[in-house]
T-cell receptor, first 117, second 114 residues
Framework: GAVVSQHPSRVICKSGTSVKIECRSL??????MFWYRQFPKQSLMLMAT?????????EQGVEKDKFLINHASLTLSTLTVTSAHPEDSSFYIC?????????????FGPGTRLTVL | GENVEQHPSTLSVQEGDSAVIKCTYS??????FPWYKQELGKGPQLIID?????GEKKDQRIAVTLNKTAKHFSLHITETQPEDSAVYFC?????????????FGKGTRLSVIA
């Protein structure tokens, strides 16, 4: 299947700092990228959908000023958690869908474990 | 909007037995149904998917069946092995509806006992 990478895989930061997570589609052009959040033993919670070159569409209850999403190219999207607090600690996973791999199929990255102290 | 229900939430089987996970969906417009396997600490991996123009699809020990009339689809794993132990998610969407995201079930934790 297609490859989606995420960096970093794990990050620990102090409360109040900002953290940037990168998501890359390595072998296809991702016209649409999705960011999810997952708490232990729970399902995937969609945070936002982004299209290359456009502003992201956020799900209800997700603060767009806190979770900044940039999808500047067809292979890269970033999620920045601004002024992180302990309640932002979670597993963040990106997903990509796009050209050349079947526009139906969504491929997931390996996830980023964020711990805010 | 779409709503996907998944059962059971947990499933334990003996190695070599079969496992079946079932999902129902609410939106008759949905026509794409993937299944993902998520191992601990990792992102979900697509294992099989089916589109509404077919009723069954098989890939080695894994098969998915779709009943559009009843709006349900199922994952079948035969000859289970310990490495099949993971959380499995079903999902659904209307693939002709632009950027709509997948709607996921709540997941099934499968344990294969050696």
């Amino acid at each position: 299947g297609a490859v989606v990478s995420q960096h970093p895989s794990r990050v620990i930061c102090k409360s109040g700092t900002s953290v940037k997570i990168e998501c890359r589609s390595l072998d296809f052009q991702a016209t649409t990228m999705f960011w999810y959040r997952q708490f232990p033993k729970q399902s995937l919670m969609l945070m936002a959908t982004s299209n290359e070159g456009s502003k992201a569409t956020y799900e209800q209850g997700v603060e767009k000023d806190k979770f900044l999403i940039n999808h500047a190219s067809l292979t890269l999207s970033t999620l920045t958690v601004t002024s992180a607090h302990p309640e932002d600690s979670s597993f963040y996973i990106c997903s990509a869908r796009g050209q050349g791999r079947g526009t139906d199929t969504q491929y997931f990255g390996p996830g980023t474990r964020l711990t805010v102290l | 909007g779409e709503n996907v229900e998944q059962h059971p939430s947990t499933l334990s089987v003996q190695e070599g037995d079969s496992a079946v996970i079932k999902c129902t969906y609410s939106d008759s417009a949905s026509n794409y149904f993937p299944w993902y396997k998520q191992e601990l600490g990792k992102g979900p991996q697509l294992i099989i998917d089916i589109r509404s123009n077919v009723g069954e699809k098989k890939d080695q020990r894994i098969a998915v069946t779709l009943n559009k009339t009843a709006k349900h689809f199922s994952l079948h794993i035969t000859e289970t092995q310990p490495e099949d132990s993971a959380v499995y998610f079903c999902a659904a969407r209307d693939r002709f509806s632009g950027n709509t995201p997948l709607v996921f079930g709540k997941g099934t934790r499968l344990s294969v006992i050696a």
